[in-house]
Every structure is written in C-alpha cells, then in structure tokens.
C-alpha cells in the first residue's frame, strides 16, 4: 500500500516506483547498460499554476493517507527553474501500525523542463531512504542512496551513468507530460531514473468521461499509464493496473488517481488546489486562471 510522488498524476503515480519497493523476477541490469530511445519532446504549455494540490488518499474505500504537490519558482545561476516538492503521509486508523512520511523534491529548467537535481527522504515505520539525483547537461548522471534504521550503519549505494537517452526524474517526467497535446492515437513514453533503476512509463489516453471531484464537475482524459522496469530481465509485478483523470483544459490538473497495488486498490482524489500567497483555511478550492508566477 502507498501513495506519494509518480508523473505528476505519474508525481503521484512516482510515488508508487518511490514508495513500494520493486519485485524483481529476472537478472539485474546496470543502468548504464539499458538500451532505450524516446522521442525528444519539445514541452507546448510550461505556465503551470503555481501552488499546492492537495489529495485524499484511499485504499478500498478507505482514506488513509494525504497527499500534495507544490509548485514553486527558483533559481539556479540565475537560470529560472520549477521547484516541485510532492509529499505523502499515511494517516488514520492505518497509522497506527503503518508509519509514512514521503518526501520528493526535483527542480528542472523552467523552459525545456530538463532535470537539475531530485531528492527524497522517507521513513517508513523504522527504515529510512535518503535519496539525491543530480543531472548534468552533457547526459552524466549521478545518484547516491542511504538506507537504514536507527542504531544501525546505513548501507550506502553509488550509481554514476552516462545517458545518450532524454532521461528524466519522475517528477520532471510528469511536468514533460503535462506540458504536451494530447494525442488519443499516440502513447506518450520516457526514460525515467529513481536512483536506482531506470522505467520506461508509457501514458496512453483511453476516453474521455465526466467527473465529479472537490464538489466540481470535470471534463476529464482517463490516462491509462504503463510501467516497464528496464534493468531488470522480468517487468516489475508491484503495479498492475492505474489509471489518471486529466483535466481537459490547459491547466491538466490531474484529477484522480486509481491503481491495482500488490494487495487491493489506492485511490487519490483532487481534495483543493491552493495559490501560493492564500492561506489554505481562507478558501475551499481556489481557481487556477491566475497562477502567480513570482512564488
């Protein structure tokens, strides 16, 4: 069971590649070894509104956790960027015997939505990841893992590659996503790297269906997402089925989030989305036409 960061509704969706640990049935293979090509996507629409989604997290019809997304603006050498930081947190009844505090958080040019740096931490129960991607421009990529529990040493693990492919984080990957037309007779695909293990995720668009969320109607893209693990010899068994409602308009908020985990269902729901600048108790769901752009 989870829910996090995984593609922007692949932000919540990474957080399924970030959160649940993968079943591995075949060989290993090092990333630097993976042979993959995806089209080198031009991003369309990259004035995202700046702020928070918020989202209710349940597991067969039960809530059990929360979730957001906040978008933001920084800089890097003067350069604009988009700062995301996607969180997780289980909650109710299920908190008593199952702890989560997730936490992702990538930062990407703000124009052609290429990778900077990605992050995470999350404790899970007793065991802790801490997680750190750096990307540079000439395609070298380079992360660093450290696990553990308390009192323990950690176990550290290095990955370096060189990439000839358009590899992604799984948060910038979703914001690439969210940036295209939507084609219903073309899959979109990318490369995307976790830290450890690099995933070609496919969102394909399979209807077109009203739908309800936060008290408003919606006209929606259901998005049918498909995950292979690429350095493994066998697909990943850990995610069966998903799929993601995607505002119509131009903002393509992800609206609901729908999955087949190992045991049972994980449903995310819209909750509200809150501008940067407005406190969350003043409103119930604040529109979007006006994002600010200096947050």
């Known amino acids: 069971m989870g829910v996090a960061a995984y593609l922007w509704g692949v932000a919540l969706l990474v957080a399924i590649l970030q959160i649940c640990p993968s079943i591995a049935g075949g060989e290993a293979i090092p990333p630097s070894q993976v042979v993959v090509r995806t089209k080198a996507y031009q991003p369309q629409e990259t004035n995202f509104p700046r702020g928070s989604y918020e989202y209710l997290v349940s597991w067969e019809g039960i809530p059990v956790g929360s979730a957001s997304i906040h978008v933001g603006t920084t800089y890097r050498d003067k350069k604009k960027m988009l700062n995301v930081v996607a969180t997780a947190r289980s909650g109710g009844v299920v908190a008593l015997f199952y702890r989560l505090r997730h936490r992702s958080e990538s930062i990407f040019s703000a124009q052609e939505l290429r990778p900077v740096e990605f992050v995470s931490q999350q404790i899970e129960n007793t065991r802790f990841t801490n997680l750190k991607i750096d990307f540079s421009p000439d395609g070298l990529i380079k992360s660093e893992i450290r696990k553990g529990r308390p009192n323990r040493k950690e176990e550290v693990t290095e990955v370096s590659f060189k990439s000839e492919n358009r590899t992604f984080d799984p948060i910038s990957a979703a914001f690439l996503a969210r940036s295209l037309p939507v084609n219903p007779t073309e899959a979109l695909s990318f490369d995307v790297f976790n830290g450890e293990d690099r995933y070609l995720i496919s969102l394909h668009v399979v209807g077109r269906e009203k739908i309800r969320v936060a008290g408003e109607e919606y006209d929606a893209f259901k998005v049918e997402p498909s995950v292979k693990k690429l350095t493994d010899t066998e697909?990943?068994?850990?995610?069966?089925?998903?799929?993601?409602?995607?505002?119509?308009?131009?903002?393509?908020?992800?609206?609901?989030?729908?999955?087949?985990?190992?045991?049972?269902?994980?449903?995310?729901?819209?909750?509200?989305?809150?501008?940067?600048?407005?406190?969350?108790?003043?409103?119930?769901?604040?529109?979007?036409?006006?994002?600010?752009?200096n947050e």
């Open 235 to 293: 697909r990943d068994k850990r995610l069966r089925k998903a799929y993601l409602w995607v505002s119509t308009d131009g903002r393509r908020e992800v609206l609901k989030l729908e999955s087949e985990v190992f045991i049972g269902s994980v449903n995310a729901t819209l909750v509200r989305f809150v501008p940067n600048g407005v406190p969350a108790a003043d409103i119930d769901r604040a529109p979007t036409e006006q994002p600010s752009q």
